[in-house]
């Protein structure tokens, strides 16, 4: 650009000396005419640099117009995202290609990003609070609650037991805790507890030395899959026996309360049939059937109350007990109100009390059991 101007004033004065070189002819100018000359070069040098500053500003006006429009004509034109004939794909769906490159990995699109959850070792406290059940407590830390029974030796295996404000201790794992004891070896802790020897010294929270696995007499350790035996509540029941064979009584039993219905079928005990704590299972022998106070109590099938008691009744509350008459036995638990008697009959879907509160109860709701032949059984099973 610099070159350019010099070249341009150059070329302007070498015009400009041309024109002085050759004045117009004229012997005897009067003297107040000489300076006429002087004024024409002034214009002169004038125009030509106003001629100088024009091709300047158009030189750079273009230089701007042209280094934008290469800059744009550079610029990537937006390309198909896919090659022609592959249908684009669809959020959430699956991702075809050429049927030479194989299928592609497909993903589900985030908006935030997963962190894996780490394995825990240690145990850890838990608060109870109102409206926990022992069900919910253990679907949240992803164990069984008969694991949170063996554990916690103060809720005396009886998971209404919970009250709040209770601390629990909550295992990293289902299993049981052990004391070491003189003469205990993997393989008779593990034979105690129904595990295996390799899970007790795998453990990482046992830390045990695997090249000389041993453990110091005193220390608590983790039994992974270990169990023992729940105490069953509902044995320390006294209820009448209806008779031989019958769902109350074994061989040779009497029959105190006379003969009665016999039920053919069961159905469900309350008006919803929603689950409103602790499911069926080793620290749990019945259903906690959703049931407001007051809310009406129906018979799962025919047949006669062998039992019908208030009181605590080893944490049952207001208890009745139907003998079904075909090996069958059910029981309502935790009631408000006892609308029978002891040695009534009753057929299915009759109104045998009310909803409640009461014995070792969190909160108002039904307690439901079925056993047949003396044991408990999954109330499921039978009632749907």
């Known amino acids: 650009m610099k070159n350019l101007l010099e070249k341009v004033r150059t070329f302007f004065s070498s015009l400009a000396s041309k024109f002085k070189s050759k004045p117009k002819a004229d012997p005897a100018p009067p003297a107040e005419a000489a300076p006429a000359p002087r004024r024409e070069l002034d214009r002169f040098t004038l125009i030509s640099w106003g001629i100088t500053i024009l091709i300047v500003v158009t030189l750079l006006v273009s230089t701007f117009i042209y280094k934008n429009t290469a800059a744009a004509s550079g610029a990537m034109d937006p390309q198909a995202t896919t090659e022609p004939g592959i249908t684009p794909p669809i959020a959430g769906g699956p991702v075809t290609g050429p049927a030479d490159n194989g299928p592609y990995i497909l993903r589900d699109l985030q908006l935030k990003t997963n962190i894996p959850e780490r394995p825990r070792y240690e145990s850890l406290i838990y608060r109870v609070s109102r409206g926990d059940a022992m069900l919910s407590i253990a679907d949240e830390f992803d164990l069984k609650s008969e694991s949170i029974l063996y554990v916690n030796t103060d809720l005396e295996d009886n998971p209404h037991n919970l009250k709040p404000g209770m601390e629990l201790l909550i295992p990293p794992v289902d299993g049981i805790y052990h004391v070491w004891e003189e003469g205990d070896t993997f393989e008779s802790v593990a034979e105690e507890f129904f595990a295996e020897p390799e899970d007790i010294i795998n453990f990482p929270g046992n830390e045990i030395d695997l090249t000389d ?6 220390a608590t350790i983790m039994i ?12 320390d029941l006294q ?3 209806r008779g031989d064979n019958t769902g109350t009584g074994g ?3 009497t029959n105190v309360c006379g003969g009665g219905p016999v039920a053919s079928g069961f159905g469900w005990p309350a008006g919803s049939h929603s689950i409103s704590g602790n499911g069926y299972g080793p620290g749990h022998l019945g259903i906690d059937i959703q049931a407001n106070e007051g809310e009406p109590v129906y018979a799962a099938g025919s047949g006669i109350v062998t039992m019908a008691q208030g009181g605590w009744n ?9 003998d079904h008459g075909n090996g069958y036995v059910t029981v309502y638990a935790h009631l408000s109100q006892i609308n029978v008697s002891q040695c009534t009959p009753v057929g299915q879907g009759a109104v045998i009390g009310a ?9 108002a709701h039904l307690h439901f059991e079925v056993r047949l032949g003396g044991s408990n059984i999954n109330p499921y099973d039978i009632v749907q």
């Not at 992974?224 to 044995?235: F, H, I, T, V, Y």
Request: glycine content about 20%.
């Open 314 to 322: 080893y944490g049952y509350g207001n208890v009745i007990q139907i």
């Open 213 to 218: 696995p041993k453990v110091e007499v005193g």
């Open 239 to 241: 209820t009448a026996a």
């Open 355 to 363: 909803a409640g509160n009461t014995g070792n109860s969190f909160g």
């Open 224 to 235: 992974p899959g270990g169990s023992r035996e729940l105490r069953n509540w509902a044995q």
């Open 251 to 253: 061989a040779n039993a």
